[in-house]
T-cell receptor
Framework: AQTVTQSQPEMSVQEAETVTLSCTYDTSESDYYLFWYKQPPSRQMILVIRQEAYKQQNATENRFSVNFQKAAKSFSLKISDSQLGDAAMYFCAYRSAYNNNDMRFGAGTRLTVKP | ETGVTQTPRHLVMGMTNKKSLKCEQHLGHNAMYWYKQSAKKPLELMFVYSLEERVENNSVPSRFSPECPNSSHLFLHLHTLQPEDSALYLC??????????????FGPGTRLTVL
C-alpha cells in the first residue's frame, strides 16, 4: 500500500522568508499524482499545488513550488516570501493513476508564520 | 470558499442517537468522497461514490452508512457511534473522466463529538 510521510509535525518561518516542507512517499507504481493541500485554522482544505509523476518539470504556483524527486520518492513544498496568511496545516497527498478512488494523505505539518 | 458545502458544521450526539451528515457539491462533479480527520493522524478515506457507484471500504464500521442519491448530494448516516468516532468529517468531490481523475475539492467539514 502507498504511504505518505511528513516528518515535520511543526515548522515555523519568519514573514518574508522561505520555508520548505518535506514529504516522502512509498509506492511501487510508476504513474501517480502528488498534491499539497493547505488547511487554515477552522477553514476549508484547499489545493495548493499538484504534480503529475510523468512530468519531470517541477510544478510552481506563484510563491509555491515543489521539488519532485521521483527516484527518491520525495515531494517537498517550498514557500517563498512567506506571508501571515500562509499559516496553516499542510498535507501532502498521493493518488494512484491506476486506482482513481484511492488517495492517501500524510499526517500534516503545522506551519507558523512569525511577524 | 469552494463549491462544496456541508451541514451541520458542528454536531454533538450521544452513543444511542441517529444522525446524518449532508454534503452538497455545486461544481458539476461526478465523484464524491467522505473522509475522517482525527487529530495528528492522516486523513482516512471512508467512502467513495464514483459515477454514482459506491466503492466499498471494508475497514469502515457498519455504524457509518453512506448514501448518494445523485451526483450532487452525499449523506453519511450515523448510528450507535462510539466516542472514538469523534472527529472532523470532510466531504470532497472531483471529476472523473476517461482522462483520469481531477483534483478533489473539499467542504468545510462537520465537527462531530460523540458523548
Amino acid at each position: 500500500a502507498q504511504t505518505v510521510t511528513q516528518s515535520q509535525p511543526e515548522m515555523s518561518v519568519q514573514e518574508a522568508e522561505t520555508v520548505t516542507l518535506s514529504c516522502t512517499y512509498d509506492t511501487s507504481e510508476s504513474d501517480y499524482y502528488l498534491f499539497w493541500y493547505k488547511q487554515p485554522p477552522s477553514r476549508q482544505m484547499i489545493l495548493v499545488i499538484r504534480q503529475e509523476a510523468y512530468k519531470q518539470q517541477n510544478a510552481t504556483e506563484n510563491r509555491f513550488s515543489v521539488n519532485f524527486q521521483k527516484a527518491a520518492k520525495s515531494f517537498s513544498l517550498k514557500i517563498s516570501d512567506s506571508q501571515l496568511g500562509d499559516a496553516a496545516m499542510y498535507f501532502c497527498a498521493y493518488r494512484s493513476a491506476y486506482n482513481n478512488n484511492d488517495m492517501r494523505f500524510g499526517a500534516g505539518t503545522r506551519l507558523t508564520v512569525k511577524p | 470558499e469552494t463549491g462544496v458545502t456541508q451541514t451541520p458544521r458542528h454536531l454533538v450526539m450521544g452513543m444511542t442517537n441517529k444522525k446524518s451528515l449532508k454534503c452538497e457539491q455545486h461544481l458539476g462533479h461526478n465523484a464524491m468522497y467522505w473522509y475522517k480527520q482525527s487529530a495528528k493522524k492522516p486523513l482516512e478515506l471512508m467512502f467513495v461514490y464514483s459515477l454514482e457507484e459506491r466503492v466499498e471500504n471494508n475497514s469502515v464500521p457498519s455504524r457509518f452508512s453512506p448514501e448518494c442519491p445523485n451526483s450532487s448530494h452525499l449523506f453519511l448516516h450515523l448510528h450507535t457511534l462510539q466516542p472514538e468516532d469523534s472527529a472532523l468529517y470532510l466531504c470532497a468531490s472531483s471529476q472523473v473522466s476517461v482522462a483520469g481523475v481531477d483534483t478533489q475539492y473539499f467542504g468545510p467539514g462537520t465537527r462531530l463529538t460523540v458523548l
